[in-house]
């Protein structure tokens, strides 16, 4: 089905009001995408710019997550409060603000600072187009959901090639930093012009949904996984390429948008699989193609060919779950700001904590432990996964069933 059809039950001013505002966030999507793959190849740079070691620049992560931490924790609360567009405005034109600084900031403990307000703006745009899309659409939100992260993946998969010209360029990363600062620009003065949708606290049907808490967590902590694999990967599959011998500084940007690329590719052919299949299929499918690609990496250290191949299938295979996870998520209960909040921050911890992990094991032990880390992790989501299909067995078959 195209996703215009699903507004055909509306009004022309509330589907024009719709269409005008889920495109608005999708511009802000692409825009946070852009700063959500900076970090990954630019943090060689960042070390020498603040005279450290790899293992010290990788707080930065760190710092990125906790931002998000404390970022989702708070709008999550606020969004059910106050009206939404100028709060996801807000976000944009920090995280702007914040990358002009980046670059020109030599001190570790600043750009700490920084990288955490960048996480606390990221997570508020975050919980604000996950929630107001929500809200937009209602149960008919599974290939709306895909489409927003498909822009974020288009936005992951541009920056790495922004960075990646800058550094052949100009030899820095000044130039990559500002030019993401401007994307930021054109989604926060839209928002400023829309209307805020309705807060809501039940669903769009207006039937309410009572949280089941063990769900709730259960959830979170699938998000802790699953994100904090995807983070990680993005992260450091440069870093990993360049210590093993097999890319150069510039190739690695590369080859971290031969993760994003296939990333963004893969979100948007989970629009039309999310009108076809149920969620937790397309939820089971990823987490395999995500063991086969890491295991494809792991059995091959040394092949270049592996690598770039597992970089594209890891990218394929991870890009459905954040979104696909949120769409089960709506059947089962209602998506308020504070639980969308929720599901963040177990984002932000596993983004927070295995990039984190990696970094202080990289350098001693070697680059391979990156690739195990994340490989035990996706295992450990799995068998989450699992749990939850468990937990809602008795109303999968009822509440699942595709859109047609």
């Excluded at 690695?252 to 699989?273: C, D, E, K, N, Q």
Aim: hydrophobic share 55%; with cysteine.
């Amino acid at each position: 089905m195209d996703p215009q059809a699903l507004l055909e039950k509306t009004t022309p001013r509330e589907g024009s009001g719709k269409i005008s505002k889920t495109a608005a966030y999708y511009v802000a999507f692409v825009a946070l995408g852009t700063t959500g793959a900076v970090l990954g190849p630019t943090k060689e740079r960042l070390a020498e710019h603040t005279q450290t070691q790899l293992s010290q620049i990788s707080i930065l992560f760190t710092a990125v997550s906790l931002g998000y931490l404390i970022g989702s924790f708070l709008s999550g609360r606020l969004y059910d409060r106050v009206f939404g567009h100028p709060m996801m405005a807000a976000g944009l034109l920090v995280m702007a603000a914040m990358l002009v600084l980046v670059p020109l900031t030599p001190l570790l403990w600043l750009l700490f600072a920084l990288f955490l307000i960048i996480g606390i703006a990221q997570a508020t745009v975050d919980v604000g187009g996950n929630t107001l899309l929500v809200w937009i659409h209602g149960d008919k939100i599974p290939p709306f959901m895909s489409a927003l992260h498909f822009c974020f993946a288009i936005g992951a998969f541009l920056s790495p090639l922004i960075i990646a010209q800058a550094l052949s360029r100009s030899g820095g990363i000044t130039w990559a930093y500002w030019a993401l600062a401007v994307l930021m620009l054109p989604a926060a003065v839209w928002l400023l012009l829309l209307r805020s949708p309705a807060i809501q606290s039940v669903s769009q049907d207006g039937m309410a949904k009572p949280v089941d808490h063990r769900l709730l967590a259960l959830m979170v902590v699938f998000f802790f996984l699953h994100v904090g694999a995807e983070l990680s990967f993005g992260g450091w599959i440069s870093s990993y390429g360049v210590d093993k011998g097999l890319t150069s500084e510039a190739g690695g940007a590369y080859l971290t948008a031969a993760f994003w690329g296939p990333f963004a590719l893969s979100r948007l052919m989970s629009i039309p699989i999310a009108l076809r299949f149920r969620p937790s299929t397309v939820l089971l499918g990823g987490l395999l193609g995500c063991l086969t690609s890491l295991v494809i990496i792991q059995q091959w250290p040394d092949s270049s060919t592996a690598l770039w191949l597992g970089a594209a299938g890891m990218g394929i295979s991870i890009a459905p779950l954040f979104p696909t996870s949120i769409s089960l998520a709506e059947r089962r209960m209602a998506i308020t700001g504070q639980v969308t909040g929720w599901f963040l921050v177990g984002a932000s911890l596993g983004s927070m904590s295995l990039p984190w992990i990696i970094g202080q094991v990289f350098e001693p032990i070697g680059p391979q432990t990156a690739i195990v880390i994340i490989l035990i992790d996706i295992l450990l989501a799995l068998g989450v996964f699992v749990a939850i299909k468990r937990t809602t067995l008795p109303l999968v078959q009822h509440s699942e069933a595709p859109t047609s």
